[in-house]
């Protein structure tokens, strides 16, 4: 075996196993510790009649049951890849997050439902040393888990438990608020918490809608991150023979199991075995530093035999970039001698590629009338 390719799937499988471990552990813990405080706080709400606590309470009954959404969806996320299902099936994450995302919008809606009733009918609470104990007590807790399930998330660099998170950090401020009302009416029998249940609900139905934003985006697929996109391209052209990598795409099977292709542009010169040479290389090197797999490497030319070349390539880039939607000009090759010109352009997401298309057409051939002009439009995928 090649010393020098990695073992992709005894890599893969090491970390999978790893990151699994990671977040059922953690989320196990988190299950434990919102399910005791969403008793003790349950508990503490009837007793004193706050209508503040016991919304609390059932917030942290929904995050128990997230945690409990994230188990599942990360066991069934883990399996092995089928015949129906050859990337896997990492993709169930992200509807898993979906529906965690609407237990929370639920949890929410209903915490504003009896937060109004309340308003309208109130209810006078009765808190005691020890409730006040515990609240205090489950604010703590809160900013322990947090910072717990933060360290977590981002070690097995999962977006649910980082999410988790910074949810139970914001928890721990609507428990201190809890705190703060209960506190006040103390002392000065100005009674706020049915306000601050409505405060708690809106700001639980505002995270709801940024969950399900964030796992729609994830199953429709999003714009890759510029630092990795980069970081792959600046890879790719370390190598000598390749003066380019254009044409960078993603398909995100689900965290951590990405796959790419891209385009370079290498010397005319060039024989088809060591385009093979190079392009293994480059698949290796790219997947030991980043873990994104190549699955297709494809090659454009530029020439090295006609001077006039340049000349033309240069006139031709300087009207394609004259105008603003065009982002990028890469892949040109002219054959002089038979009068064929060939290049791409990536055109923003402000025009219509056919209409673009047809502009630079006119455009170009007006420039060249005695040419066959071939132009691809490309899409502004990665950075």
């Known amino acids: 075996m090649d010393e020098n390719k990695p073992n992709d799937k005894g890599e893969l499988a090491v970390a999978a196993v790893s990151r699994d471990k990671i977040i059922v552990r953690t989320s196990i813990i988190g299950i434990a510790a919102n399910v005791l405080l969403a008793v003790f706080k349950a508990i503490v709400g009837l007793i004193s009649n706050s209508i503040a606590v016991v919304l609390d309470a059932v917030n942290n009954m929904s995050d128990a049951l997230s945690s409990v959404v994230t188990i599942v969806g990360t066991k069934l996320a883990n399996r092995r890849p089928d015949k129906k299902h050859p990337m896997g ?15 929370v919008l639920y949890a929410g809606i209903t915490a504003a439902v009896e937060s109004v009733k309340n308003i309208i009918t109130p209810a006078v609470a009765d808190y005691s040393t020890v409730s006040l104990i515990i609240i205090g007590v489950a604010v703590v807790v809160k900013i322990i888990i947090g910072r717990f399930f933060k360290a977590q998330g981002k070690k097995a660099s999962s977006g649910a438990l980082t999410a988790s998170g910074a949810d139970a950090m914001f928890d721990a401020i609507l428990s201190a608020s809890v705190l703060a009302s209960a506190i006040i009416f103390i002392t000065t029998g100005v009674s706020l918490e049915a306000y601050v249940g409505v405060v708690i609900s809106i700001f639980i139905i505002k995270s709801g809608i940024e969950m399900t934003k964030d796992a729609i985006d994830d199953i429709l697929g999003h714009r890759t991150d510029p630092v990795l996109s980069r970081e792959i391209k600046r890879l790719i052209v370390e190598e000598p023979e390749i003066r380019g990598a254009y044409d960078l795409i993603f398909n995100n099977y689900g965290p951590n199991n990405n796959y790419a292709s891209v385009h370079i542009e ?37 020439n090295t035999k006609d001077d006039a070349a340049a000349e033309i390539r240069n006139n031709v880039q300087k009207t394609v970039l004259s105008h603003d939607w065009a982002i990028q000009l890469h892949g040109f090759y002219v054959d002089t001698e038979n009068k064929d010109m060939r290049f791409d352009v990536v055109m923003s997401f402000d025009i219509d590629a056919h209409e673009g298309l047809e502009t630079l057409m006119g455009e170009i051939g007006a420039m060249y009338p005695e040419y066959h002009i071939h132009i691809t439009p490309d899409i502004d995928a990665s950075d």
């Open 89 to 103: 099936h990492g993709r169930i994450e992200y509807l898993s997050a979906l529906i965690v995302a609407a237990i």
């Open 266 to 302: 290498l010397p005319d010169t060039m024989t088809v075995e060591e385009v093979d040479v190079l392009t293994r290389r480059v698949q290796i090197k790219v997947y030991r530093a980043t873990g994104v797999i190549l699955t297709g490497v494809g090659v454009y030319s530029y």
